[in-house]
């Protein structure tokens, strides 16, 4: 079965980068087909997909957030990560992270999510 | 950049047929994929492509995608279908994704 789990301070100052990774449990990014993604959903909002990293390393952002934001994925393939700079309150939201399917494309497995504040 | 639009809010009578809707101009080029909130936890797909359900949805549950607009209809719908509803698409440009605002449905 596959889990996902996110993990990062839960409180970040206004300026600073919030940095948040997403821990894989039977699955792993090097897998083609899948692409995995970080979605928010600020309080009381919608969805807002942020972006996703795909297992050949390619990259591709919300175009809103695409100057603040970068995904990674750590060498051992089952983990991958989010940097998003200069956080404003704007920015503090409940963030998923997301296994998704290409052909026709949907978000499968999702993590719990976890709620990020961002305050001085 | 493109977007999906949804209706803030729907109600329907217990065990009633309810139509929710999206409209993007992303719909006429990929099929989308639908989702169910509940309060306090993370969305689950329901729906994806022309109209498939994943293992656990309910038959209630089905969609079609015309066009530039797409539905989700749930027919004969349950106090347990209370829940906000996503759609979401490929972008025009087909890298991209995007997400509707979002249908809070009410059963009464």
């Known amino acids: 079965q596959v889990q996902l789990q996110e993990s990062g301070p839960g409180l970040v100052k206004p300026s600073e980068t919030l940095s948040l990774t997403c821990s894989l449990s039977?699955?792993?990014?090097?897998?083609?087909?899948?692409?995995w993604n970080w979605i928010r959903q600020r309080p009381g909002k919608g969805l807002e997909w942020i972006g996703y990293i795909y297992y050949s390393g390619d990259t591709y952002y919300n175009p809103s957030l695409e100057s603040r934001v970068t995904i990674s994925a750590d060498p051992s393939k089952t983990q991958f990560s989010l940097d998003l700079t200069s956080v404003t309150a704007a920015d503090t939201a409940v963030y998923f992270c997301v296994r998704g399917l290409f052909g026709p494309h949907y978000f499968d497995f999702w993590g719990q999510g976890t709620l990020v504040t961002v305050s001085s | 950049s493109s977007e999906l639009t949804q209706d803030p809010a729907v109600s329907v009578a217990l065990g009633q047929t309810v139509t929710i809707r999206c409209q993007g101009d992303s719909l006429s080029n990929y099929y989308p994929s639908w989702y169910q909130q509940k309060s306090g936890q993370a969305p689950v797909v329901i729906l994806f492509?022309?109209?498939n359900r994943p293992p656990g949805v309910p038959d209630r549950f089905s969609g079609s995608s015309p066009g530039n607009s797409a539905t989700l209809t749930i027919t004969g719908a349950q106090a347990e279908d209370e829940a906000d509803y996503y759609c979401s698409s490929r972008e025009t440009d087909g890298d991209r994704f995007l997400f509707g605002g979002g249908t809070k449905l009410t059963v009464l």
């Open positions: 039977g699955a792993s990014i090097s897998t083609g087909g899948y692409y």
């Open positions: 492509g022309k109209n």
